[in-house]
């Protein structure tokens, strides 16, 4: 019944809005007055600084940042309070908390997790719900990425940890690349009605000619990106893509050194993203459909080697469908927003024998009202907003939220302050069915801005409250800590609650300099625990630094280069054991995590573009995790990627 309820507002929201629509699109209203945003404008290619209400902005530009691999959450690594758990794949850790806690979103529409290789990176080779080795969305067909960290206002996605949002309005090309990591081609058409299409093949097996060793695994990806736009108001949207992952096992057991030698695995994915998505002036309606299957299986020979405590046949299956509608329109001089955000949600895990599945609905109406005052010499800007969220099986959750921002002359203040809730996605059954999951967040920043010389600095203090599921469930689902193996997982004590905090401060200075050359360094220091545990998260790695330096320049006949420089260094995360029979935490820190990479780019003829983008340029051997080995019967250090150099070459047709 609530289906029919959730797609009858929809219609109904749509129905009543395009009546407004064809009246008061065209309606002269007097322009909107905006304090500008945290924006870094000096630095041509790091102008996705945005700060503004925790918001990161990633366009086309920041591709040209070391390391980056084409992917927009890879940037994000170069921003304050943003690391990565491994750096194989492209986990967005935001202030130590969990990357699960991440979600996805076509213009405020939430999607399954668009990521090829889901497995990439994790102590247990089984998917990853938020990240991958790849992202599944090229970067060509970006207009926008948009990251939201402990999302403020009304209008973005509730989430524990942030929102990584894409937008695709801008023009593609007709363009072919070839690289190291595949090949992708691109075409758009011209006319009222536009068709934009972008398709990759890849097989990362061909690193191995650089000397990159895979253990002998077989790994492909495939995917494509169709955007048909009627008009100018009204597209269609489709992605979907497939990635396979498989490991023989070695013919003699004299040759093996661990157990993953012996093993037979086989992963396989494949997603699809499927919506329509309407923008006017004063409304926009977003309807997106998707859908994720994940499966891994290992098997292991009990004739070549055999031990009670391994399971010689682990089967890994998730299943994950979502609908969702993000539709707001803008009134009264577009100083009210209106709007109302819709999801069902299907979670199916099925790992070790144990099925946990979970059902979601979710209705958000919202309102959000901006004022704009002049305060002396300053400008005043108040966002207060509400929202009335209805959680299937639980009572209506209110969801306040403020904004507010003075701007006086080279100064910039902003306050932020939200409630969220979020519905759980697997339960083990109805009976231990728990709460919602809710956030409290607040920060407050402070930046300042000289633009004759080209220098912005920016300091933003935070804390935030997650009152989340039990880490002991989470730990369980992803392997991430050692259990005994006859502990079931319907006992209740997974699903105790547990609340992180994360507090701390976030420093940026960005700086234009002569001739071409810019700079930016940022520093955060933080601490995220379980507070009710009283141990650190995995992701607390204390401390994240950055520091970014790029040389542009351009030739005689026009061409232009591109240097570019990052160095990322983190604290060690931690790998907690939990002894579930005792019910006892021991606590272990990894070493400190550095790296160095390097970008060059040179462009010619306005249609030529080689890129040399290497991860890890010295080398830096870094500790991925620890895990005990049946086979070698000790427990085994798993480290980090050494250094990966990905040339290629694109042709703008």
């Known amino acids: 019944m609530r289906r029919y309820i959730f797609f009858w507002l929809i219609l109904f929201h749509i129905n009543v809005l395009a009546q407004h629509n064809s009246s008061q699109d065209s309606t002269s209203l007097s322009p909107q007055v905006n304090i500008e945003a945290i924006e870094l404008v000096h630095h041509p290619i790091q102008k996705h600084f945005l700060q503004s209400q925790n918001k990161l902005e990633i366009r086309q530009g920041s591709r040209e940042l070391a390391g980056t691999f084409d992917d927009p959450a890879r940037v994000l690594y170069r921003h304050v309070g943003i690391s990565t758990a491994n750096d194989q794949t492209n986990t967005i850790v935001y202030r130590g908390l969990p990357s699960e806690f991440t979600r996805w979103s076509i213009n405020g529409a939430e999607i399954v997790n668009p990521n090829h290789l889901s497995n990439a990176g994790r102590l247990s080779d089984q998917s990853s719900p938020s990240a991958g080795g790849v992202l599944a969305i090229p970067f060509e067909v970006v207009n926008k990425f948009s990251f939201y960290g402990n999302p403020y206002e009304p209008i973005q996605n509730n989430a524990l940890s942030g929102v990584g949002d894409f937008n695709f309005d801008r023009l593609g090309e007709n363009f072919f690349k070839v690289g190291l990591l595949g090949m ?39 995917d494509g990106f169709l955007k048909y736009d009627i008009n100018d108001k009204l597209s269609i949207i489709a992605i979907a893509g497939n990635s396979t992952n498989y490991h023989t096992p070695i013919d003699s057991i004299e040759s093996a050194s661990v157990l993953k030698d012996l093993q037979d695995i086989s992963f396989e994915s494949k997603f699809l993203i499927t919506g329509i998505s309407y923008k006017g002036k004063k409304f926009e309606h977003n309807l997106f459909y998707s859908q994720r299957n994940n499966e891994r299986t290992s098997l292991l020979d009990t004739t070549v080697f055999y031990s009670p405590d391994l399971n010689h046949l682990d089967l890994y299956i998730r299943k994950s469908q979502k609908l969702s509608y993000n539709g707001k329109g803008n009134f009264i001089n577009d100083n009210l927003v209106l709007g109302v955000q819709a999801l069902i949600g299907y979670d199916e895990l099925l790992k070790d024998l144990t099925t946990l599945k979970g059902e979601t609905f979710t209705l958000r109406p919202y309102a959000q009202w901006q004022y704009l005052k002049q305060i002396g010499q300053g400008q005043f800007k108040l966002q207060p907003g509400l929202a009335l969220n209805y959680i299937r099986y639980e009572k209506l959750k209110i969801e306040p939220s403020l904004f507010s921002q003075y701007g006086i002359g080279n100064f910039l203040f902003d306050f932020n302050y939200a409630i969220k809730n979020k519905d759980q996605e697997l339960n083990n059954s109805e009976r231990n069915r728990l709460n919602s999951e809710r956030m409290e967040s607040l920060s407050f920043a402070v930046k300042y801005n000289l633009p004759k010389e080209s220098i912005s600095f920016m300091s933003r203090f935070f804390y935030l409250n997650a009152n989340t599921k039990s880490y002991r469930l989470y730990s369980y689902i992803n392997s991430l800590n050692n259990f005994n193996f006859d502990y079931n997982i319907g006992s209740g004590d997974f699903f105790e609650r547990q609340n992180i905090e994360s507090r701390g401060i976030e420093l940026m200075i960005d700086k234009s300099w002569s001739q071409g050359w810019y700079t930016n360094i940022n520093v955060s220091l933080f601490d995220a625990r379980y507070k009710d545990l009283d141990i650190n998260t995995n992701e607390n790695f204390k401390s994240i630094f950055n520091i970014s330096v790029t040389k542009e320049f351009l030739t005689k006949k026009n061409n232009r280069w591109v240097f570019n420089l990052a160095y990322h260094q983190r604290g060690g995360g931690y790998q907690n054991v939990i002894e579930t029979l005792n019910s006892y935490v021991t606590e272990r820190r990894l070493s400190s995590y550095k790296r160095l990479d390097a970008r060059f780019q040179y462009n010619w003829n306005r249609r030529n573009i080689l890129t040399l983008d290497i991860q890890n340029l010295i080398g830096f051997s870094n500790e991925g995790y620890y895990y005990f080995d049946a086979f070698a019967n000790e427990e085994l250090l798993e480290s980090q990627l050494g250094t990966i150099p990905i040339l290629s070459y694109k042709r703008i047709l």
Do not use: C, H, P
Not at 195 to 219: A, C, H, P, Q, W
């Open 184 to 222: 992708e081609a691109g075409f758009q058409t011209k006319g009222k009605s536009k068709l934009k299409g972008d398709f990759r093949y890849s097989t990362v097996g061909l690193l191995s000619d650089f000397g990159v060793n895979f253990d002998g695994e077989s790994i492909k990806f495939y």
